[in-house]
């Protein structure tokens, strides 16, 4: 009786446990079909990773490194092996060159036992629980790439799970290699007055267009951007020609054409006063071509993202930082001022005008980093990743030739750090809202304790299932 009672409510344990895994799955599900629809629609605006084509460049072949394709089966150790475990270069084999280290590169995770094997790499967006080369050995070094949106893949984001790595390349300053600036090409694209409309022309312009224009077609994000700015619209006139908040059609001769030519649209902003710069998500160093590009065209930016990002502007007057604990009212007010006042609107436009960038941070970071975006002369960021990794790999290699103690690398909390997604309390239409709106707030808490039940896992070393994994979340 007693045994048939524990087996009863051991079946009844587990059906639970099943259920709230598939009440789990069929939020993330649902997250994730959303996010479908985003990167299919997003494209419809101009493009929005301009870095993209750099390495997709590269990783399609033609590359600066791809000199030697070949397959590990040379003298057994000569060179160290780095897989990639998320398949991100696509790259069976290639004996890569760094410096004077050469490693030998691959996506083929059979070779997660060789000897040679010396590190894992992987891409942030596609970090996967569903297979992780557990056990980790003593010498095998872990390194994360994620350039990409904090919104995609928030359990890297918390301090358990971050830490599991050696080696980091990510939008932070602080991480090993930090791609704070992917966005930027150079300063000369900064400075550049290809596109400025001088302000006695946008003055009148301004008797058809709006004083501030938005274009966003990825509505209601972690930042929660829509809400703010649709408080804002009650205050000051806005054209928005994305899909959130529409209330403008580009012209006929660009309107739906997937390919919409660049210079023709950034020819339509740039006779703006300002624009809306509003990032996806708000963390530290989390910096987009929103940014970059009213800043190229000679508009000025009404900033909402990174909270430093003072630290980033070309001057300390080149943008309106949006402070979100004040009521979008104010900022209207202060942006009225400012079409109304010619001297002070040009104040914002003087670094543009004398082709000047003062902030001396951002010259150095441009003039620093180790990588180009989109430019043929320098490499691209993954290649060197790839080669930072490298060096580390054999720095070891040549310590322990000689007798030395190996040297660490770990990465820190806030090599990938962002807050709790803030959510608006303006009045608003709840038929206006998506349902993804809500859910930022409980997939980032949520992700925190898968942070916490990987990072079990991972302790424990051995390879784990996903109906396991499940199981620690929902024990946490
Ligand atoms: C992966 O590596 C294994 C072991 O070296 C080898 O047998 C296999 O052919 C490789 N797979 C591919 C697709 O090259
Ligand atoms: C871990 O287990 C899964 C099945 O649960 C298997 O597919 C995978 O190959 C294993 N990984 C390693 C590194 O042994
Ligand atoms: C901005 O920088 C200029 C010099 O580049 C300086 O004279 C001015 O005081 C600064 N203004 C503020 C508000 O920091
Ligand atoms: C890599 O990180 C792990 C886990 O923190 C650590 O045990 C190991 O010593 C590190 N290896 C190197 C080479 O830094
Ligand atoms: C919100 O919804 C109302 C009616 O449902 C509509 O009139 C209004 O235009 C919508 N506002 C936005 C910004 O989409």
């Known amino acids: 009786m007693a045994r048939l009672s524990i087996v009863s409510l051991r079946k009844l344990f587990v059906f639970f446990l099943c259920l709230s895994a598939v009440l789990f799955l069929l939020i993330t599900l649902q997250v994730v079909v959303e996010l479908g629809q985003f990167e299919r629609t997003v494209h419809i605006l101009p493009?929005?990773?301009l870095h993209e084509s750099g390495w997709r460049h590269r990783l399609h072949g033609g590359g600066l490194l791809a000199s030697?394709?070949?397959?590990p089966g040379g003298p057994e150790g000569q060179y160290p092996y780095i897989v990639w475990w998320s398949p991100l270069t696509g790259e069976i084999g290639r004996l890569g060159e760094c410096g004077t280290n050469k490693c030998f590169f691959t996506i083929n995770r059979t070779l997660y036992s060789h000897p040679s094997t010396q590190a894992f790499l992987f891409y942030g967006t596609d970090f996967n629980i569903e297979s992780l080369p557990l056990p980790r050995r003593a010498?095998?070094?872990w390194a994360l790439f994620h350039e990409e949106s904090p919104k995609n893949n928030y359990k890297l984001f918390h301090e358990p799970v971050i830490t599991l790595f050696n080696h980091t390349a990510t939008f932070s300053q602080h991480s090993h290699l930090p791609l704070t600036s992917q966005y930027l090409e150079n300063l000369e694209v900064l400075t550049s007055q290809t596109y400025l409309v001088p302000l006695n022309q946008k003055n009148k312009l301004r008797k058809t267009l709006a004083p501030v224009v938005y274009v966003q077609s990825d509505c209601d994000p972690p930042s929660d951007r829509d809400a703010y700015v649709s408080e804002l619209m009650k205050h000051i006139k806005v054209d928005s020609y994305g899909q959130c908040l529409h209330n403008k059609d580009l012209p006929?001769?660009?309107?739906?054409?997937?390919a919409m030519e660049e210079q023709a649209f950034y020819q339509i902003l740039a006779q703006y006063k300002f624009i809306l710069a509003f990032e996806n998500a708000v963390c530290d160093d989390y910096i987009t071509e929103k940014l970059w590009r009213p800043l190229k065209l000679g508009v000025v930016p009404v900033y909402y993202g990174a909270p430093n990002v003072r630290q980033w502007l070309p001057s300390n007057s080149s943008a309106v930082v949006v402070v979100p604990d004040e009521p979008p009212e104010k900022l209207a007010l202060y942006l009225k001022r400012l079409d109304e006042d010619d001297g002070e609107y040009a104040t914002y436009l003087e670094w543009k005008l004398k082709r000047e960038v003062s902030n001396l941070e951002l010259v150095k970071e441009l003039k620093e980093r180790p990588w180009g975006v989109q430019d043929p002369t320098q490499e691209n960021y993954i290649d060197v990743f790839e080669c930072m990794v490298c060096s580390r790999v054999w720095e070891n290699i040549d310590r322990q030739k000689k007798g030395l103690v190996p040297k660490t690398w770990q990465a820190e909390g806030n090599h990938l750090k962002c807050p709790l997604p803030r959510v608006f309390d303006f009045a608003s239409d709840p038929r206006n809202r998506t349902s993804l709106r809500g859910i930022w707030r409980a997939s980032y808490?949520?992700?925190?304790?898968?942070?916490r039940a990987l990072r079990h896992l991972a302790e424990r070393n051995k390879n784990f299932t996903v109906a396991q994994y499940w199981k620690e979340v929902f024990t946490d």
């Open 47 to 49: 493009p929005r990773d």
């Open 68 to 71: 030697e394709r070949t397959s």
């Open 139 to 141: 010498h095998h070094q």
């Open 252 to 258: 006929s001769h660009l309107r739906d054409s997937i």
């Open 445 to 451: 808490e949520q992700s925190k304790k898968e942070a």
